[in-house]
Nanobody, 122 residues
Framework: QVQLVESGGGLVQPGGSLRLSCAASGRAFENYAMAWFRQVPGKQRDLVAAITADGIIYYADFVKGRFTISRYNAKNTVYLQMNSLNLEDTAAYYC????????????????WGQGTQVTVSS
């Protein structure tokens, strides 16, 4: 069983930065693939970035060059550094975890956090 708690969301101006954190409880965090998804009301939940247990990273095209996902296994934490934020990045951001290596769709992730809201506005 894994519990995930996100933090770091908030209100930021266009062009600004935020760092999201996702703290995981449970054992063997290093064996889990971790991901960040985002969702706006009425739309599907989209993958933002994923990092496998082996450290392989995937980014959605709409965040490449702006967002960075990383994990610190010693602290059971995964991060999402978000730079050059724009209005379209406004969404609820969710952390997800799944035992294994490589997953890119929401249905493949068993464990989810409660979400943290990111609002980009001037």
């Amino acid at each position: 069983q894994v519990q995930l708690v996100e933090s770091g969301g908030g209100l930021v101006q266009p062009g600004g930065s935020l760092r999201l954190s996702c703290a995981a409880s449970g054992r063997a965090f290093e064996n889990y693939a971790m991901a960040w998804f985002r969702q706006v009301p009425g739309k599907q939940r989209d993958l933002v970035a994923a990092i496998t247990a082996d450290g392989i990273i995937y980014y959605a095209d709409f965040v490449k060059g702006r967002f960075t996902i990383s994990r610190y296994n010693a602290k059971n934490t995964v991060y999402l550094q978000m730079n050059s934020l724009n209005l379209e990045d406004t969404a609820a951001y969710y952390c997800a975890a799944q035992w294994g290596s490589w997953y890119l769709t929401p249905d493949e992730y068993r464990y989810w956090g409660q979400g943290t809201q990111v609002t980009v506005s001037s």
